[in-house]
C-alpha cells in the first residue's frame, strides 16, 4: 500500500498512452458538451477552429482515467479536495493518441485533520506529434502510515 | 441576429443554469468510464471509504455544469435571439469540491460574470472570467470554480 510518506516532491511518472476517437468525441460531447465543433463534423468546418475537436473536459475526464490506469499499486487515496489550474493549451482532435508525465510539486501534512497528507501534482499532457496539449494541477488526498501498521513492519524486516 | 461582444458582458450578474439529480445509477456509469476509485463505483466498499457511502467523482459534478451552461445559454440564444462572439475556454482556475455530492443529491447551478481580462498577445479578443456554484438541495455550496473563456471583442467600424 503506497501512503502519504512514500510520496516525495520532484516524484515522476509516465502515464499509459490514451487513444481518442471521433465516435467517443461526438459520443462525451453529445451527452456532456453539446456544442456544435464537438459534435458536429460539417457545422465544425465553418467555426471558430475549423474542425471537430474535443470537449476539454472529455481530454480532462482522459487524463483522471489515464491517472487510475497508471496506479497498479493500491494507494491510501483519499479523494481530491479541487484542482488549482487546468489549462486547455491545444485542441485535441479525432485520431489523437495522448500520453501524459505527471510531476509531484508539494508535499505537506494537512494541520486541521492528522494522519492526512496532501499532495500538488503537476501533469502534462501531449498529443502523438508532441503538441503540448493540456495542463492540469491538483491536489490530492492520502492517509498517512499507521503506526503499526503490517506494511511498516514488512519495511522494516 | 444580435451579436454579444466581450464589451457587452456586463460583470455582476449572476445566472441560474439549472439543476440536476444525481442518481446511483448515474454516479456508477460515469465514473466506471472515467474515475473508477471505489468509493465512485461500488456502493458496498464505499461504506468502508473516508466518504461511507458512494460519492460522486468530482469530474462528473463538472461536466454537469457544462451540460447545464450549453443548454441554458443555447435556451436563452434561440429565445432572445442572440449570438456570443466566442465561448472557446483557456482553462479554469481553483476548482474546489468542498461537500461530496451523494445519491439522490440535487445540486443547483450558477454562473457570475466576475471579470474582463484583456490580452496583449490577442488584442482582437478577451477572456471573461466566471465565479461557478453548485448548490445542493440543502443550500449547501458544494462546487465553486473560476471559469475562463474567450470573447471576441467588438470589430472596429
Known amino acids: ?157 | 441576429m444580435k451579436m454579444i461582444y466581450f464589451e457587452d458582458i456586463e460583470l455582476g450578474l449572476r445566472e441560474e443554469l439549472g439543476s440536476y439529480t444525481f442518481t446511483a445509477e448515474d454516479i456508477i456509469q460515469f465514473a466506471s468510464e472515467w474515475d473508477p476509485q471505489v468509493f465512485h463505483t461500488d456502493p458496498e466498499a464505499a461504506k468502508d471509504s473516508i466518504f461511507g457511502g458512494l460519492v460522486a467523482s468530482g469530474w462528473h459534478v463538472n461536466v454537469i455544469w457544462m451540460k447545464l451552461i450549453v443548454a441554458s445559454r443555447l435556451n436563452r440564444m434561440r429565445k432572445e435571439g442572440f449570438r456570443m462572439a466566442g465561448g472557446v475556454s483557456p482553462g479554469f482556475k481553483d476548482m474546489k469540491w468542498l461537500v461530496p455530492v451523494r445519491p439522490g443529491d440535487t445540486l443547483t447551478y450558477f454562473s457570475t460574470s466576475a471579470a474582463k481580462v484583456d490580452l496583449k498577445s490577442r488584442p482582437e479578443f478577451g477572456i471573461l472570467q466566471s465565479h461557478n456554484e453548485a448548490v445542493n438541495q440543502d443550500g449547501v455550496t458544494v462546487m465553486t470554480f473560476t471559469g475562463q473563456a474567450y470573447m471576441r471583442k467588438r470589430p472596429k467600424e
Request: charged share 30%; glycine share 6%; proline share 6%.
Open chain 1, 1 to 157: 500500500m503506497i501512503y502519504f510518506e512514500d510520496i516525495s516532491i520532484g516524484d515522476k511518472e509516465t502515464l499509459p498512452v490514451r487513444h481518442i476517437s471521433k465516435e467517443e468525441i461526438i459520443a462525451f460531447a453529445t451527452e456532456y458538451d453539446p456544442q456544435p465543433h464537438h459534435i458536429d463534423e460539417e457545422a465544425a468546418k465553418h467555426m471558430l477552429l475549423g474542425e471537430l475537436v474535443a470537449s476539454g473536459w472529455h481530454t480532462a475526464c482522459s487524463l483522471i482515467r489515464m491517472i487510475f490506469d497508471a496506479n497498479r499499486e493500491a494507494r491510501a487515496f483519499l479523494g481530491s479536495p479541487g484542482v488549482e489550474e487546468l489549462r486547455w493549451r491545444r485542441p485535441v482532435k479525432p485520431g489523437d493518441t495522448l500520453r501524459a508525465t505527471s510531476e509531484v510539486i508539494e508535499a505537506r501534512r494537512s494541520k486541521s485533520k492528522p494522519g492526512l497528507g496532501l499532495t500538488k501534482t503537476r501533469f502534462e499532457v501531449f498529443n502523438q506529434d508532441d503538441v503540448h496539449v493540456m495542463t492540469m494541477e491538483t491536489w490530492a488526498m492520502f492517509a498517512c502510515r499507521p503506526p503499526s501498521s503490517s506494511d511498516r513492519a514488512e519495511a522494516s524486516s
